[in-house]
């Protein structure tokens, strides 16, 4: 029977392919349903864990709302609450929703019930108590075992479920992990059996078809080497018995055949010699005409490609492209050595690491010979991993070519790579050679291309950033460039407009722009001419688009050589600096005047009382003349140390509750007069600021004094304490006059430092400008604001609005002198054994200072003492400690008044010794900080000393001792 090879090998590859899918259909089925199991759980672990990180989000936004809620009582944080809860509520039903477990479904019921216990009992509780401004029960219901250990409970469960979910997500992933490797075994079992039975295929089809297919291979070998040995393969019923029979046919018929062919070769053989000779020679002249016409085209292609671009990133790569191609090159790079030289690198079939590398390997190897030497070279090395791919490990082949500049320096470098096995050819390296130098210079004047745009973009760069006006001029006047200040100055949109104006319009435009044209003008033609010295300058005025003052001048742009170039005019706005010149100029003089009137005033009437005898009733008006005078100077002198002590930022505030309309009560009781009628209105109770009661009586002062004072005819002027329309939780003062009102223009720099109205009523007035400044600054301090309303003519409303304090005024404060305590009196029968230490290095007011302090506590047995510098300080009281030390803080040289309190505070003895500082310098909160008394600053009233140190004495339980903080004692320790 006849079995046909095809389907005995059909048979053979049939049986295993069917056994190999249906064990690769198993394997897929297991895997599939495990990746579909392990990802259904883990997208279920991870939706759990993460509402419950959002539910805990939502929940602490609530708590921190309700927090600030009761911190500063503002509404908003209640609608915040209502949005927190809402999705804390959403989270918790998105939670529910999920597929839980027992004791999750437990854990979620507790957190919810306990959330609505929060949310029912603790917010309300919170909001009222808040609302009640009751912050003992505030602090009482978060301490303890209030509400922060409740919500710290809810906290810590909720990060415990979440830590629960996370362990079990990574058992879950310990567990997908064994069965992966499970499968992987099941894969390799059945690799391992498609392996055996491939074996078995394979071994099968060799002994039935293999080895007949060897003979038959033999023999026809045989045959091709001239042996006629038939095939003995005829025993077989298949097509390779058929084939057998067919060979030993087609054996005897060559037989017959070869004898024909040889006679008819030899003819052929001389022919084909003679043709085969002929065909070389034509096929060398071919090749070396296309070699010659190739190396033109790409040479001229090379050529085009330098010459049609001159920015470096492009030249650089195009030049590489086209030595790739002329070399047959697979990969390589360009590099110019200058780092500074924007896009110096081009590179093709390199990756960033392999740059990288390149770049930091630049200076070694091979690399570094051939920039040394300035001559190519070329290497054969083994090929990087990332260089073979799928293919086999050739050999690679670089080439470095050195480009030189025209000083002959190494200025770049090409590296060319074959990654084909073929070395670079005497002839490539030639005509790589000659082509460098051509690429060279095209890269050189691409260089220099970029380093001049560079150079320009920079240079404009930092014209257009200058605030002046600077114009480049010509040797021949013509206008090179401009800034765009000098664009705004002159009325042009941008500086490149300046190539496409004619000079007639650019002149017109100018001409336009200033109040004296021809005076600028002049400037500038005899600054070009060089008639002007280079520190002259001009000053004029432009009045469009607004008015301007400026200021112009000029520079001369001159060579290495010292020829010139042109030169730079320059315009600067001083519009600003000459207004406050103006200013300060007025302002020295009105200051001048405001000092030595009274001055006058008081050398006056002291030489009258020095140099003639005068009746007590004259020398007391003339003592009260000077006292009011001197007075005067000092609220003169307060004003500019005010201003200074704002713009430096050392002004302190001593800040507590006041009511505000007991402030404008006592204000108004010193400045009436008998031509004006102060009307007071109290319009709120709800008055209470928290202020620095001297600096608001200050501002009251200021204020109504000027009302006073700029209201010549009298009239009426109304002071209203009441609540803000625009700003309901501050307090206003509005202080209304019938005086001479405000010019609209003048109302914008009204709070500016030394400005005055520019009118000839106020004038006569006088005045610093100081006042309104001082006010603004001190109302900006306690956080309120300050306008002013006027119309010219009919009078003006200066409005302060200050934000109340939360608490109350002291019910014992009195209804007037809020700013300071009424004297108190020596009582007759109380005595004292021991002395107060006066330091003040000033022997004039040393003193005053005993004599005033003398005549009320001499005679209750106090000494006054008196030193002149801190050493002799320190060494009176270490050897007698004083019942109270007055200090002052600058003593010349030697130890300040902080030193004295420092070496008070280190010894023992010392600590309980009441200090009160008299200085003129303003530094309570230090002083303060420092445990003092009290502190008094210069000139202050005699009584008011008197006052404040028998008040020290007579509180017997007053520790009164020197304390530094820690934290400042390291401070002044250096540490």
């Given amino acids: 029977?006849?079995?046909?090879?095809?389907?005995?090998?059909?048979?053979?590859?049939?049986?295993?392919?069917?056994?190999?899918?249906?064990?690769?259909?198993?394997?897929?089925?297991?895997?599939?349903?495990?990746?579909?199991?392990?990802?259904?759980?883990?997208?279920?672990?991870?939706?759990?864990?993460?509402?419950?990180?959002?539910?805990?989000?939502?929940?602490?936004?609530?708590?921190?709302?309700?927090?600030?809620?009761?911190?500063?009582?503002?509404?908003?944080?209640?609608?915040?609450?209502?949005?927190?809860?809402?999705?804390?509520?959403?989270?918790?039903?998105?939670?529910?929703?999920?597929?839980?477990?027992?004791?999750?479904?437990?854990?979620?019921?507790?957190?919810?019930?306990?959330?609505?216990?929060?949310?029912?009992?603790?917010?309300?509780?919170?909001?009222?108590?808040?609302?009640?401004?009751?912050?003992?029960?505030?602090?009482?219901?978060?301490?303890?075992?209030?509400?922060?250990?409740?919500?710290?409970?809810?906290?810590?469960?909720?990060?415990?479920?979440?830590?629960?979910?996370?362990?079990?997500?990574?058992?879950?992933?310990?567990?997908?992990?064994?069965?992966?490797?499970?499968?992987?075994?099941?894969?390799?079992?059945?690799?391992?059996?498609?392996?055996?039975?491939?074996?078995?295929?394979?071994?099968?089809?060799?002994?039935?078809?293999?080895?007949?297919?060897?003979?038959?291979?033999?023999?026809?070998?045989?045959?091709?080497?001239?042996?006629?040995e038939p095939v003995?393969?005829?025993?077989?019923?298949?097509?390779?018995?058929?084939?057998?029979?067919?060979?030993?046919?087609?054996?005897?018929?060559?037989?017959?055949?070869?004898?024909?062919?040889?006679?008819?070769?030899?003819?052929?053989?001389?022919?084909?010699?003679?043709?085969?000779?002929?065909?070389?020679?034509?096929?060398?002249?071919?090749?070396?005409?296309?070699?010659?016409?190739?190396?033109?085209?790409?040479?001229?292609?090379?050529?085009?490609?330098?010459?049609?671009?001159?920015?470096?990133?492009?030249?650089?790569?195009?030049?590489?492209?086209?030595?790739?191609?002329?070399?047959?090159?697979?990969?390589?790079?360009?590099?110019?050595?200058?780092?500074?030289?924007?896009?110096?690198?081009?590179?093709?079939?390199?990756?960033?690491?392999?740059?990288?590398?390149?770049?930091?390997?630049?200076?070694?190897?091979?690399?570094?010979?051939?920039?040394?030497?300035?001559?190519?070279?070329?290497?054969?090395?083994?090929?990087?991993?990332e260089e073979q791919a799928h293919h086999d490990a050739y050999p690679v082949h670089d080439l470095y070519i050195p480009l030189l500049n025209r000083e002959d320096d190494v200025m770049a470098i090409l590296i060319l790579t074959r990654l084909s096995g073929i070395a670079f050819s005497p002839a490539n390296i030639d005509e790589t050679q000659a082509l460098a130098r051509q690429i060279s210079l095209a890269i050189e004047n691409a260089v220099s291309y970029s380093k001049t745009q560079r150079a320009y973009s920079i240079n404009q760069a930092i014209l257009d950033s200058a605030l002046e006006g600077i114009a480049l001029i010509g040797t021949s006047g013509e206008m090179l460039a401009v800034n765009h200040a000098w664009c705004e100055m002159y009325g042009l949109e941008k500086p490149e407009d300046i190539a496409h104006i004619s000079p007639n319009s650019l002149n017109t435009k100018i001409r336009q722009r200033l109040k004296y044209p021809d005076d600028v003008f002049s400037f500038y033609y005899r600054a070009l001419a060089g008639e002007l010295d280079e520190t002259e300058e001009l000053t004029f005025e432009m009045v469009e688009p607004s008015y301007r003052v400026m200021k112009m001048y000029h520079q001369r742009v001159a060579s290495e050589h010292g020829d010139t170039l042109g030169w730079i005019i320059v315009t600067r706005d001083i519009t600003r600096e000459y207004e406050v010149d103006q200013m300060k100029s007025e302002f020295v003089s009105t200051v001048s005047h405001e000092l030595r009137t009274p001055l006058s005033s008081i050398l006056g009437f002291v030489e009258i009382m020095l140099q003639r005898k005068i009746t007590p009733d004259k020398q007391m008006r003339y003592l009260n003349t000077i006292y009011k005078e001197a007075r005067r100077l000092t609220n003169l002198i307060n004003d500019f140390l005010d201003v200074q002590r704002m713009e430096s930022g050392k002004q302190e505030y001593i800040k507590k509750s006041i009511r505000l309309g007991n402030i404008v009560q006592d204000v108004i009781q010193l400045q009436q007069t008998s031509s004006h009628h102060i009307v007071f209105q109290q319009m709120t109770e709800k008055d209470v600021i928290m202020a620095d009661c001297e600096k608001i009586q200050q501002v009251i002062t200021n204020l109504l004094s000027n009302a006073i004072k700029y209201s010549p005819g009298g009239g009426t002027i109304t002071v209203t304490v009441d609540a803000c329309a625009t700003r309901p939780q501050d307090v206003c003062l509005h202080i209304q006059d019938e005086g001479l009102g405000i010019p609209e223009e003048a109302i914008p720099r009204l709070f500016e430092k030394f400005y005055r109205v520019d009118n000839s009523d106020r004038r006569k007035i006088g005045g610093t400008g100081l006042g309104l400044a001082i006010c603004a600054e001190i109302v900006k301090a306690h956080n309120g604001l300050i306008h002013v309303h006027s119309k010219l003519?009919?009078?003006?409303?200066?409005?302060?609005?200050?934000?109340?304090?939360?608490?109350?005024?002291?019910?014992?404060?009195?209804?007037?002198?809020?700013?300071?305590?009424?004297?108190?009196?020596?009582?007759?029968?109380?005595?004292?054994?021991?002395h107060i230490l006066i330091v003040e290095d000033d022997e004039s007011l040393r003193t005053y200072l005993s004599e005033e302090l003398g005549n009320s506590l001499l005679r209750r047995g106090i000494e006054i003492k008196s030193v002149s510098n801190g050493e002799k300080a320190l060494q009176s009281i270490e050897q007698i400690p004083p019942l109270l030390l007055i200090l002052d803080i600058m003593l010349g040289e030697g130890k300040d008044g902080w030193e004295i309190l420092k070496e008070m505070k280190r010894t023992e003895k010392l600590h309980s010794i009441p200090v009160v500082i008299s200085s003129a310098l303003e530094e309570k909160e230090k002083g303060y900080g420092y445990g003092i008394s009290d502190y008094l600053i210069k000139p202050y009233p005699a009584e008011k000393l008197t006052s404040t140190v028998w008040n020290l004495l007579q509180q017997t339980n007053q520790e009164g001792h020197v304390f530094i903080p820690e934290e400042k004692e390291k401070e002044e320790k250096g540490e």
């Fill in 1 to 228: 029977m006849k079995t046909s090879i095809v389907n005995r090998l059909r048979l053979l590859l049939l049986i295993p392919l069917i056994v190999i899918l249906v064990l690769s259909a198993i394997l897929w089925t297991f895997n599939l349903r495990e990746l579909n199991n392990y990802s259904d759980e883990m997208s279920v672990l991870l939706e759990k864990r993460n509402q419950l990180r959002l539910l805990q989000h939502a929940f602490e936004g609530e708590v921190s709302e309700l927090r600030g809620f009761m911190a500063i009582r503002n509404e908003a944080f209640l609608a915040s609450i209502d949005a927190r809860k809402e999705e804390t509520f959403k989270r918790l039903k998105t939670y529910s929703n999920l597929p839980l477990t027992e004791k999750e479904r437990t854990f979620i019921k507790e957190i919810e019930h306990d959330i609505h216990i929060y949310n029912d009992e603790y917010v309300p509780h919170g909001i009222k108590l808040a609302k009640a401004v009751n912050y003992q029960a505030i602090s009482q219901l978060a301490n303890g075992d209030g509400i922060t250990k409740f919500v710290n409970s809810i906290r810590s469960r909720l990060e415990v479920q979440m830590e629960e979910h996370t362990q079990e997500l990574s058992y879950a992933q310990v567990v997908h992990k064994n069965f992966i490797i499970y499968s992987l075994g099941g894969f390799l079992t059945v690799l391992l059996f498609i392996v055996g039975l491939s074996f078995w295929v394979t071994t099968r089809f060799g002994r039935e078809i293999g080895q007949p297919l060897h003979k038959l291979t033999n023999s026809a070998q045989r045959l091709s080497e001239g042996e006629y």
């Fill in 793 to 834: 003519g009919e009078g003006s409303t200066f409005t302060v609005s200050i934000p109340t304090s939360i608490g109350e005024a002291p019910l014992s404060e009195p209804k007037s002198r809020l700013c300071s305590l009424p004297p108190s009196q020596p009582q007759e029968n109380q005595e004292f054994i021991g």
């Fill in 232 to 385: 003995t393969l005829l025993d077989r019923n298949d097509e390779l018995g058929q084939l057998a029979q067919a060979f030993n046919q087609m054996i005897k018929d060559i037989e017959e055949k070869e004898t024909d062919l040889l006679s008819q070769n030899q003819e052929l053989t001389a022919h084909q010699e003679e043709l085969y000779a002929q065909q070389l020679e034509l096929e060398e002249a071919i090749e070396k005409l296309t070699e010659k016409e190739n190396m033109l085209m790409r040479r001229n292609q090379l050529s085009i490609s330098l010459t049609t671009d001159i920015e470096v990133g492009n030249m650089l790569s195009k030049a590489l492209d086209s030595l790739l191609l002329l070399t047959h090159s697979h990969t390589g790079a360009a590099i110019i050595l200058d780092e500074k030289i924007e896009g110096r690198i081009a590179s093709c079939g390199l990756s960033t690491e392999q740059i990288d590398k390149l770049l930091n390997h630049l200076y070694s190897g091979m690399s570094r010979r051939a920039i040394q030497e300035k001559s190519v070279h070329t290497l054969e090395r083994p090929a990087l991993a």
